[in-house]
Each structure stands twice: as structure tokens, then as C-alpha cells.
């Protein structure tokens, strides 16, 4: 991948782990005036560029699965560097694509594009983390129609046919290997490994963290009041689907009611059908635990 202007992209990137609060994070430190992150904070740009994304598989039309989970991707050099202009008057710019820890080409192709970039890791529990991911392809984005055991006794069959890592539930939550891939080829300087749990705890301290480890002012105080992507359970999965993924919905009421209306609509059916999410059972999480056991001791290493 050819070198990037580091006045045209990104000087840091927040890489994941999926599910560990990097929207959070990024939304806090697009806060600070010296740090830049595009609306678009997750362009996916290092995991697929030069791809053709429509006829990615899983479990719904390739068309759906564009729309909900790739329409936001950027796969060419120009519009890359072109979401950046908006922020280039910023002394750090970030990329947070959470892509780029799973996949084994993502470090060598930031290194390559741009040598002197610092990485940004989020680690989670993976078995708090693999729920979570669970719960949001299920209640957020319809694409997960399989219990979690279902689903994890099926993920290398996925794997296989070519599902997007989006399904890949107990491999994303593999930390040591894919850290050791950005130390094996980054200056230990370069990276910055923080916890989900002490982010949660102390956003504040986190992000300062952060800001120092950028070399930007750390007297910085954000509006933390916000979380992002926060989880939900559903009454009515079906209402959902009508409403806020017609992709998977053969009907479309958008086409049905004037624009106003549907929205007010869909605003308080939105609220109503909410429900606490399902909570991670005794027996699952000792189960999954075990899944992980050897995870624990190679990451603590």
C-alpha cells in the first residue's frame, strides 16, 4: 500500500477491540481542538480497500448486508484522503475502524501507508465482549438468526464460506495473537493498549490518558455524559425490522406515509418497543470462560 501524506489521513488510529468502547472514545476525543475524526469515524479503509463490497455472504441479501453493515466503507485512495478534509487543519486525525485489530494484513498496510502512525487498543473481557457483539447483531442489526450456541457451534462453518468477522463471535475475542502482529512490526512507543473496564470506570482518565499519549494538550475535559452504541433489548423484533431495517422488511412504510409522519412514527415506536437486554447466564459465562482459558494465560504473557 503506497505511502499517505500524513497532512491528507490519519496520524493515529483506535483499532479495537469490537465492542470495547471505541465509539465512546472516538466521540470524546473528536471533542479536543487538536483532534480531528471524520463523521464517518469507521471507514474501514486499511481492512478493504480495492474490494468490491456488494456481494459480501451472510445471512440476509448481499444488497441488506451492503447497506447495514459496508455502505460506509471506503475502498479507494481519493475518498479516503477526502474525508479527511474537514479535520486537516488538526494537528492528530484519527481512523477508529475496529476491523483493523482482527484482520492479519490491517498493521503491515498502516505501516507501510503511514510508518510513524500511533495504534490505539481497547481490550475487553472477551466473554463480556462476545455477548455484547451477539446481542447487537441480534437486536440491532437483525443479521444474527441463531441462538449464541447455535451461533458459535456454526462460526468456523462461517468462517469458511466466507461470513465477515461480524460473525466470527469467539475469534474477534483472540486478543494476543492480533497485539502481537502491530508489536511485531510498530515501535512499542507507538502503542497504547487501554481496558474497557477502566474506561467505563474513568472515562476522563482514559481519554487523558490518550491525549498525552498523542502529544495534544491532556487539560482537556470532554463531554462525557453520552455513550455510544448502547445495547437494547426488543419487545417486538419484527417492529424493529419494519421500521429501522426495511432492507430486511418486505414491506417499507417509508413509501407508505409522508416523510414527517413516518418519522414521528418511528420515533415512538422506537422507544416503545425497547426492552432491557438479555443478560449472560451463569452457566454461558463459565462455559465461555473455558473457551477462552488459554487466551487469558497467552495475553497476560
Not at 67 to 76: A, E, F, G, H, P
Not at 114 to 130: C, E, F, G, S, Y
Not at 174 to 197: C, G, K, P, T
Request: aromatic share 14%; hydrophobic share 40%; net charge positive.
Amino acid at each position: 500500500m503506497a505511502p499517505i501524506d500524513p497532512r491528507l489521513g490519519p496520524t493515529f488510529f483506535i483499532v479495537g477491540a469490537a465492542k470495547s468502547g471505541t465509539s465512546s472514545l472516538a466521540t470524546y476525543l473528536s471533542q479536543h481542538p487538536s483532534i480531528g475524526i471524520p463523521p464517518s469515524k469507521e471507514p474501514n479503509y486499511f481492512t478493504f480497500a480495492g474490494n468490491d463490497l456488494r456481494p459480501m455472504p451472510g445471512p440476509a441479501a448481499p444488497t441488506a448486508l451492503f447497506q447495514i453493515l459496508y455502505s460506509r466503507s471506503v475502498t479507494d485512495e481519493a475518498s479516503y484522503h477526502a474525508m479527511y478534509q474537514c479535520v486537516e487543519d488538526r494537528v492528530q486525525r484519527g481512523d477508529c475502524s475496529v476491523r483493523y485489530l482482527y484482520y492479519p494484513e490491517v498493521p503491515s498496510r498502516i505501516r507501510c501507508a503511514i510508518p510513524n502512525a500511533k495504534i490505539i487498543i481497547i481490550l475487553r473481557n472477551p466473554v463480556d465482549r462476545l455477548w455484547s457483539h451477539y446481542l447487537m447483531m441480534r437486536y440491532r442489526f437483525h443479521l444474527e438468526p441463531e441462538s449464541l450456541n447455535q451461533a458459535l457451534a456454526s462460526e468456523e462453518a462461517r468462517i469458511a464460506a466466507g461470513w465477515d468477522y461480524d460473525w466470527h463471535y469467539v475469534s474477534v475475542g483472540r486478543y494476543a495473537n492480533q497485539i502481537d502482529r502491530y508489536l511485531s512490526i510498530f515501535d512499542r512507543n507507538n502503542i497504547l493498549v487501554l481496558f474497557y473496564e477502566d474506561f467505563a470506570q474513568s472515562p476522563l482518565t482514559t481519554v487523558r490518558a490518550v491525549c498525552s499519549f498523542l502529544g495534544v494538550s491532556n487539560e482537556f475535559t470532554p463531554d462525557t455524559s453520552e455513550r455510544k452504541m448502547i445495547g437494547y433489548g426488543l419487545r417486538m423484533p419484527w417492529i424493529e425490522r419494519l421500521f429501522f431495517r426495511p432492507q430486511l422488511s418486505p414491506v417499507s412504510l417509508d413509501r407508505i406515509f409522508p416523510n414527517r409522519i413516518y418519522y414521528s412514527i418511528r420515533r415512538q415506536v422506537g422507544f416503545w418497543n425497547r426492552a432491557p437486554l438479555p443478560q449472560l447466564t451463569p452457566e454461558l459465562r463459565t462455559t465461555l470462560r473455558a473457551r477462552f482459558a488459554d487466551e487469558f494465560s497467552h495475553l497476560e504473557s
